[in-house]
């Protein structure tokens, strides 16, 4: 449904050049005057073509995102949180916690918020921010929050908070979850500063 490929032409195009010259490939985007508002996506693939019978051949390719907004219509910027996960807590290594988030709008649009992680009393541990794109309409990407704490962790069940908000401060949705310290867990040491 949100897929530009149809609006751009051509599909497929051929350029050549030498070493240390520049090509150029031209393409026309043309949006239906029927196409609904809302994103649409599409890769530009430019991938090498090595000759036959030219003996040894590097084939290397650059993929190039491409994004449009077609107005006319309310642009809708929705998303739900399906879950939390989290690593597991290992004494040296920072905890990661992976937010699924999918995109029920019809619209790219950046996301901002916070994960809370709290001690099983609700005490408040620490607060990391979020500040990251949403994935393309229909589709879900884990959004990652990586806890490092100042101090030494006892074992238990620890509380995550995950809140996530357009850039304009309106919700989108929160959702919690949890972690356990199976063992006593030390954080990882802080990076050493280098004097030069």
Known sequence: KYTARPYITPQSVTVS?????????????????D???GGRYA???????????SGVGVASSIVLPMKFTVTGGPLVHSGEING???GEAVSGSPIDIFTSFTNTGNHHFKVAGEVQVSKADGALIDTLHINTSSPVPENTRQIRTTFIPDEDLDTGIYHV??????????LLDEADGQFEVKE??????PPASVIV
């Open 184 to 189: 006593p867990y030390v954080p990882p040491p």
């Open 84 to 86: 939390i996960t989290t």
């Open 17 to 33: 050049c030498n070493p240390g010259e520049k090509a150029y490939a031209d393409f026309t985007v043309s949006i239906p005057e």
């Open 161 to 170: 908070k995950a809140i996530l908000k357009l850039e304009n401060g309106t």
């Open 43 to 53: 890769l530009i693939r430019f991938t090498t073509v090595v000759e036959p019978g």
């Open 35 to 37: 196409a609904e508002a």
